[in-house]
T-cell receptor, first 113, second 113 residues
Framework: QQQVKQSPQSLIVQKGGISIINCAYE??????FPWYQQFPGKGPALLIA?????SEKKEGRFTISFNKSAKQFSLHIMDSQPGDSATYFC????????????FGSGTQLTVLP | DARVTQTPRHKVTEMGQEVTMRCQPI?????VFWYRQTMMQGLELLAY????????DSGMPKDRFSAEMPDATLATLKIQPSEPRDSAVYFC???????????FGDGTRLSIL
């Protein structure tokens, strides 16, 4: 019940295209859903995050769509660029005192020039 | 920009040796997390501190791993004795408080021969 399932494992997109990464969860006690971007040799960096009282959040070319009833959320990268090539992780955080993040398994995105 | 600093960045040692990894959280952050990243298991939480007190270390093999915060500017993760299966990238992250985003360091890449 603590798991966050992420798909696809890898994704190849042409420059200018839309990249879509999906995540699903079971535990309704999760109350915060961040996405992290990781480049080789670097730590994950927070990209964008959403809380379950909002269905969509947009920051620049990055949008999170959140479907509370389906327990699913997704990251959309519009106008994908080669510089977006990285590994993307979704995560979910428990409410209450614990506050740990549970991470998805990651999606390796390659944007072709 | 304030950053989480981890040392060493790389460590290669023989099985059975003690390994100490260090983390300097961002000044003013009171939560510290240790994660391990492997291809097979992804990002796993090992330990979590708030105000220097350990809140959760259930993800850590207790017989060989230990995590401490001697002061607010230093967190340590020790492995003794180390084993080849401990080979991974170990990340430290810090947050301003439990409800704020976690900021990751660039990790320690550990290889146990």
């Amino acid at each position: 019940q603590q798991q966050v399932k992420q798909s696809p494992q890898s994704l190849i997109v042409q420059k200018g295209g839309i990249s879509i990464i999906n995540c699903a969860y079971e535990n309704t006690a999760f109350d915060y859903f961040p996405w992290y971007q990781q480049f080789p040799g670097k730590g994950p960096a927070l990209l964008i995050a959403i809380r379950p009282d909002v269905s969509e959040k947009k920051e620049g070319r990055f949008t999170i769509s959140f479907n509370k009833s389906a327990k699913q959320f997704s990251l959309h990268i519009m106008d994908s660029q080669p510089g977006d090539s990285a590994t993307y992780f979704c995560a979910a955080r428990l409410s209450g005192s614990a506050r740990q993040l549970t991470f998805g398994s990651g999606t390796q995105l390659t944007v072709l020039p | 920009d304030a950053r989480v600093t981890q040392t060493p960045r790389h460590k290669v040692t023989e099985m059975g040796q003690e390994v100490t990894m260090r983390c300097q959280p961002i000044l003013g952050h009171n939560t510290v997390f240790w994660y391990r990243q492997t291809m097979m298991q992804g990002l796993e939480l090992l330990a979590y501190f708030r105000n220097r007190a350990p809140l959760d270390d259930s993800g850590m093999p207790k017989d060989r791993f230990s995590a401490e915060m001697p002061d607010a500017t230093l967190a340590t993760l020790k492995i003794q004795p180390s084993e080849p299966r401990d080979s991974a990238v170990y990340f430290c992250a810090s947050g301003k408080d439990a409800d704020q985003p976690q900021h990751f360091g660039d990790g320690t890449r550990l290889s146990i021969l």
